[in-house]
């Protein structure tokens, strides 16, 4: 019996550690996600002030469409802005399990997503639902706020 309770107490500590940790990985993913459909929408103002009395074509416009998800259109293109409502850890192949960094806590492989997509504006427009986006860049964000950029170039 003391065997059964030892690894019963060892999974309640690990769903105790690990639910708590992947919960701050979400309250500073959703802040940081926040902070940027802030600054999308203030730079959007701030732009188009200073775009004003030029074609009206020519403009910036932010949507935030929920919770997760923020767009601006920039001309052609819709940047949209997607965070992701799970919390990951880094596959074992992945580069960042090479740093220090993560291999001194594995904790710190755990963490949040914002994916950034670049479509043709004219894809929503028109509904035109086979029409590809485009991944460009993927922020990751972890329980110690620490952040991580992939992108298709170097960043």
Same mark, same amino acid.
């Given at each position: 019996?003391?065997?059964? %309770?030892?690894? =019963? +107490? @060892?999974?309640?500590?690990?769903?105790?550690?690990? /639910?708590? &940790?992947?919960?701050?990985?979400?309250?500073?993913?959703?802040?940081?996600?926040?902070?940027?459909? %802030?600054?999308? =929408? +203030? @730079?959007?103002?701030?732009?188009?002030?200073?775009? /004003?009395? &030029?074609?009206?074509?020519?403009?910036?416009?932010?949507?935030?469409?929920?919770?997760?998800?923020?767009?601006?259109?920039?001309?052609?293109?819709?940047?949209?802005?997607?965070?992701? /409502?799970?919390?990951?850890?880094?596959?074992?192949?992945?580069?960042?399990?090479?740093?220090?960094?993560?291999?001194?806590?594995?904790?710190?492989?755990?963490?949040?997503?914002?994916?950034?997509?670049?479509?043709?504006?004219?894809?929503?427009?028109?509904?035109?639902?086979?029409?590809?986006?485009?991944?460009?860049?993927?922020?990751?964000?972890?329980?110690?706020?620490?952040?991580?950029?992939?992108?298709?170039?170097?960043?």
């Amino acid at each position: 019996m003391p065997e059964q %309770d030892e690894k =019963k +107490s @060892l999974i309640i500590n690990t769903l105790k550690g690990k /639910s708590l &940790l992947k919960q701050k990985v979400y309250d500073n993913t959703f802040e940081a996600f926040c902070m940027v459909k %802030d600054i999308l =929408k +203030s @730079l959007s103002k701030d732009i188009n002030t200073n775009l /004003s009395g &030029l074609d009206p074509r020519i403009k910036l416009e932010y949507t935030d469409r929920s919770n997760f998800d923020a767009q601006l259109k920039v001309a052609g293109d819709i940047l949209l802005f997607s965070m992701h /409502s799970n919390i990951f850890q880094f596959d074992r192949e992945h580069a960042a399990w090479k740093t220090s960094y993560i291999q001194k806590n594995h904790f710190n492989a755990y963490s949040g997503i914002i994916n950034i997509y670049n479509f043709l504006a004219d894809s929503f427009k028109y509904s035109r639902q086979d029409d590809l986006g485009y991944l460009i860049a993927r922020v990751f964000i972890n329980h110690e706020n620490q952040y991580f950029v992939e992108g298709k170039r170097q960043m």
